[in-house]
């Protein structure tokens, strides 16, 4: 099984970009966005659980990231609004076959599939 994401790109800031996660014909029961910025570890940044559409988000992008589910295309999307230098960064989308409850979504380790990346670059 693989995972797609795209829509990265370069976007001043302020500006708006959707990404977009999809698996090979199947759904899971939790994603999940992560990124890592040069020389930073990888963060958690959203995830949401298929089953109820419940979400997380980390604080920095609480009220401009929002991250939301297309059953009918088993397509995950993060839409990313008034982005900021510091969300320049490469974003993973990852996935898991279990439904994590919500205080979970943040642990990396918890997610058995990964997509390649996409480059986010938010500047001027």
């Known amino acids: 099984v693989q995972l797609q994401a795209s829509g990265g790109g370069l976007v001043q800031p302020g500006g708006s970009l959707r990404l977009t996660c999809a698996a090979s014909g199947r759904s899971f029961g939790t994603y999940a966005w992560f990124r890592q910025a040069p020389g930073k570890e990888r963060e958690f940044v959203t995830g949401?659980?298929?089953?109820?559409?419940?979400?997380k988000y980390t604080d920095s992008v609480k009220g401009r990231f929002t991250i939301s589910r297309e059953k009918a295309n088993k397509t995950v999307y993060l839409q990313m609004n008034s982005l900021k230098p510091e969300d320049t960064a490469v974003y993973y989308c990852a996935a898991d076959s279990r439904s994590w409850i919500i205080g979970s979504m943040g642990r990396a380790d918890l997610y058995d599939y990964w997509g390649p990346g996409t480059q986010v670059t938010v500047s001027s």
């Open positions: 949401i659980r298929w089953s109820d559409g419940n979400t």
